[in-house]
């Protein structure tokens, strides 16, 4: 079951490269979602985004295609306008669309900086319009299981955790190797797990990160070391991105939460498993499992509200030192990643389309959110000089 949306919302999707055909294909099954137009380079880039449009809805009209964003921006049967271009272009393509009336929904990062994606943010307030960013992953329910172990303390409170994500290797001359174009991988890639580490481990006091620069002049490995404060809790964070594998090789992303009494990991870039080991008391291990039961074994773009529905149903467990603990183990796994990366781009969208429709509603992941990933991104991008891996003794 796909939530809903009062109205239909006729959508102007500017930049037609692939994620832009995945977004095309994943909200066409969403009754508020209507593709109106598209704008792309090349004609065949433009077709192909229409193309995976059509394919989950054969029966759809026309869609206007234009070359430029600002041709998109200015169709007067636009109401939204999602900008999936290259970062440099976010914050001065929103701006337009904002001053033509439109609601804009950004591809992450929403901006090279906090400060133009702020400037953006309170435009949108004076002109009445919504403005988010594409940020899924807590949309995606285990994520949201993560949350509730953590704030709850089911396994006591986080001592240290870490991020490893290994991915495919851009290929060369992509705009991803232009800092100037993209802001570096922090800025276009962490922000995703910068937002989920906020949520998780509180607000970010400190933080520092370091590039390392390969003998062609790119960047791929970088790595940062945050300092997040949960309730008067320091909570050390280490955050890795490498873009170095082999085509062929898998890729993996890792959450690694170490607490006083267990271990919680969460593997996959659009989660598939979670794993919970630890010292607990049969009240605790009670919870866990029923919080644990509650995770949507289907995608669903409404599986984000269902945990919440049930994590709020669940009565807390009795805190008693004195109560005996024993070993817990438990892994849930989930299939059809890419069904549920289509999910939580839909539970993105109607929540976006609920900021439309309601101006108190203020999102599960807000536009100011997205500029505290962004502020944090860049205090830990690397500048001027990177590390040569070469001259480490």
């Given amino acids: 079951m796909i939530s809903s949306s009062s109205f239909r919302y006729h959508v102007g999707i500017a930049g037609a490269g692939a994620f832009a055909e995945f977004l095309a294909g994943a909200l066409a099954p969403l009754p508020s979602f209507h593709l109106a137009a598209v704008a792309g380079r090349t004609d065949e880039k433009r077709q192909r985004v229409i193309d995976a449009y059509r394919r989950r809805q054969p029966q759809a009209g026309d869609v206007r295609e234009y070359r430029e964003a600002e041709e998109l921006i200015v169709d007067p049967h636009v109401d939204i306008v999602i900008l999936t ?3 440099h272009l976010h914050a001065p393509l929103a701006e337009r669309a904002l ?4 609601h804009v929904l950004l591809e992450k990062p929403g901006g090279l900086t906090a400060e133009a994606l702020r400037a953006n943010i309170q435009l949108a307030a004076r002109q009445n319009r919504a403005l988010a960013v594409n940020l899924v992953l807590r949309y995606h329910p285990l994520a949201e299981a993560v949350k509730q172990l953590i704030h709850r303390a089911l396994l006591g409170p986080v001592d240290y955790a870490s991020l490893h994500n290994a991915a495919h290797r851009v ?9 100037r174009r993209s802001g570096g991988i922090f800025i276009e890639h962490g922000v995703h797990f910068f937002e989920v580490g906020r949520h998780w481990f509180g607000e970010a006091v400190k933080a520092q990160g370091f590039a390392l620069r390969e003998q062609d002049g790119t960047q791929p490995r970088v790595g940062a070391t945050v300092i997040h404060e949960n309730n008067g809790r320091p909570v050390p964070v280490h955050y890795y991105h490498g873009f170095t594998m082999n085509p062929d090789a898998p890729e993996s992303t890792h959450w690694d939460i170490h607490t006083a009494r267990g271990r919680i990991v969460l593997d996959g870039w659009i989660p598939t498993q979670l794993s919970v080991s630890g010292l607990v008391s049969a009240d605790e291990a009670a919870y866990i499992d029923a919080l644990l039961d509650a995770i949507p ?4 773009a409404d599986a984000i509200e269902q945990m919440q529905r049930a994590a709020g149903r669940l009565a807390p467990p009795v805190a008693s030192p004195a109560a005996p603990r024993r070993p817990y183990e438990r892994t849930v796994a989930l299939s059809n990643r890419h069904g549920w ?9 109607l ?4 900021l439309i429709e309601n101006p108190n509603e203020c999102g599960l992941v807000t536009a100011e959110d997205a500029a505290a990933d962004l502020s944090l991104a860049e205090t830990c991008t690397v500048t001027g000089k990177a590390v040569d891996p070469l001259d480490i003794r």
């Fill in 85 to 87: 271009t290259p970062p």
């Fill in 99 to 102: 001053e033509e009336g439109k």
């Fill in 171 to 179: 290929a060369e001359g992509h705009w991803f190797w232009d800092e």
């Fill in 297 to 300: 074994k289907q995608p669903s």
């Fill in 341 to 349: 990366y289509e999910a939580i781009a839909q539970a993105r969208f």
């Fill in 351 to 354: 929540d976006f389309c609920r």
